[in-house]
């Protein structure tokens, strides 16, 4: 059974409207003086709408490797909003670049509810025999096939690790920092020290 937090209709509708507005605000105005020269997208995942589910931010999990290679079996973690008064089902996955797709659990998505499907409770979604290698940087496109609202097919891309996991050196790419004087002891106090010795030098020789 899946874990939903309940939402007011307008407050799911307002998330779904926040998703479509990163997407069209990096798509318009250019220029450096353009509001959105600076910004970047607040969800790094993939996100799709039928009727009224909606799917959003779908990662495939971190690998703990550089790639998945062909034959693995990957996970992946969403979330799914419902702004219909009635509940519906995700009756399964699938994407051309896997054998086939598993769900384990009814992945059971209530009326008017944000369903995390990436929590330990949740229904588990899964990409089952990888048909080829995937690396970082690349997407697999994914259909998801609910009961009532058909199929939503998205390119997902995978997390991003918050750290490197292999074994590759750290390089420093950055030339080393050099001691700011004021650490040296030759900030302002010793100037001020330096010249008050030197006026009442000239003050004892008159």
Not at 35 to 47: H, L, P
Request: aromatic share 4%; hydrophobic share 35%.
């Amino acid at each position: 059974m899946s874990s939903t937090a309940r939402r007011p209709r307008r407050v799911l509708m307002s998330v779904a409207a926040a998703v479509v507005g990163v997407v069209g605000l990096s798509g318009c105005a250019a220029g450096m003086v353009s509001q959105t020269a600076q910004q970047v997208a607040a969800i790094d995942g993939a996100n799709g709408q039928s009727g009224a589910i909606g799917i959003l931010n779908v990662l495939l999990v971190t690998t703990e490797r550089d790639a998945y290679p062909a034959g693995s079996d990957v996970e992946l973690d969403f979330w799914v909003s419902n702004e219909s008064l009635e509940d519906d089902t995700l009756v399964s996955v699938s994407s051309p670049l896997a054998e086939s797709g598993g769900i384990t659990g009814q992945a059971r998505v209530t009326a008017q509810s944000l369903t995390d499907m990436a929590t330990v409770t949740s229904p588990r979604v899964t990409l089952e025999g990888l048909t080829e290698d995937l690396t970082y940087g690349e997407t697999v496109p994914v259909t998801f096939t609910f009961e009532a609202a058909g199929d939503i097919t998205v390119n997902v891309p995978i997390a991003v690790p918050a750290q490197r996991s292999t074994d590759r050196p750290t390089v420093n790419i950055l030339p080393p920092h050099g001691t700011p004087i004021w650490e040296e002891g030759h900030g302002e106090e010793g100037d001020h020290a330096e010249g008050g010795t030197e006026s009442t030098g000239e003050a004892s020789g008159h």
